[in-house]
């Protein structure tokens, strides 16, 4: 069985790792396991896991991963917020699409983590832009499925594709569940809706997901 080790952006991508992807990658002969960016050591040890504070913590991490010698090492991070010290940040393709951004970013972080294990991937622009696969399972889950699903479909029949849900500070996909559904707490729901849904109907919609997913099932 190949071993897989997926560095997580925080708690909500950590259980939707633990819940839905590593028993699907399981049928795959891959064993994946999930850690969080630490992101504070007090005495040497991982204090605070979550969140990219900066990009020297994310290598720091992917190199301890590396060197613990798995089959492939990977990442589960936002476009939304990265940090500004990221590879190839400066150079960003502005005239591009969100797609050739996030790309770009991967593309430069392979070549600063420099490992023929290392398979980068930037979710396209937040993990609930997955969610929006489908409305109704996000509404189900939320209990509020008479108000919120027709403002959920509107979202989604807004894009082309859940992945291209915009990265803006006031519209980013976790933003409008929050706007809509102000208990909506990441870690808890997030996952259990992407559960819901299932992998199919999320590859079905989001195309870098697909990608990348594909990717580690065919090592």
């Not at 991508?13 to 028993?23: K, T, Y």
């Not at 795959?28 to 990009?55: I, M, P, S, W």
């Not at 600063?112 to 509404?139: Q, W």
Request: hydrophobic content about 45%.
């Amino acid at each position: 069985m190949k071993r897989v080790l997926v560095l997580a952006e925080g708690a909500t991508e950590e259980a939707f790792v633990n819940r839905v992807l590593a028993p699907h990658l399981a049928a795959f002969d891959k064993a994946a396991t999930v850690t969080c960016v630490c992101t504070k050591r007090v005495q040497g040890r991982r204090a605070f896991r979550g969140g990219l504070v900066d990009y020297k913590k994310v290598k720091n991490d992917l190199h301890t991963l590396l060197a613990s010698r798995p089959d492939a090492v990977t990442t589960l991070f936002d476009y939304y917020a990265i940090p500004t010290d990221f590879p190839g940040y400066g150079a960003i393709p502005l005239n591009g699409d969100g797609f050739q951004r996030a790309a770009h970013l991967e593309a430069e972080l392979a070549k600063d983590v420099d490992d023929h294990r290392f398979i980068p991937n930037i979710v396209l622009h937040e993990f609930e832009g997955l969610l929006f696969s489908s409305p109704e399972d996000i509404a189900h889950v939320l209990l509020d499925p008479v108000r919120l699903l027709p403002r959920l479909k509107q979202i989604a029949a807004s894009v082309p594709s859940p992945e291209e849900i915009d990265d803006s500070p006031a519209t980013h996909p976790s933003k409008r569940i929050a706007d809509l559904f102000p208990a909506y707490a990441k870690p808890l729901h997030g996952p259990q809706i992407a559960e819901r849904i299932g992998l199919a109907v999320i590859r079905a919609k989001c195309s870098r997901f697909d990608a990348w997913l594909g990717r580690i099932e065919a090592l």
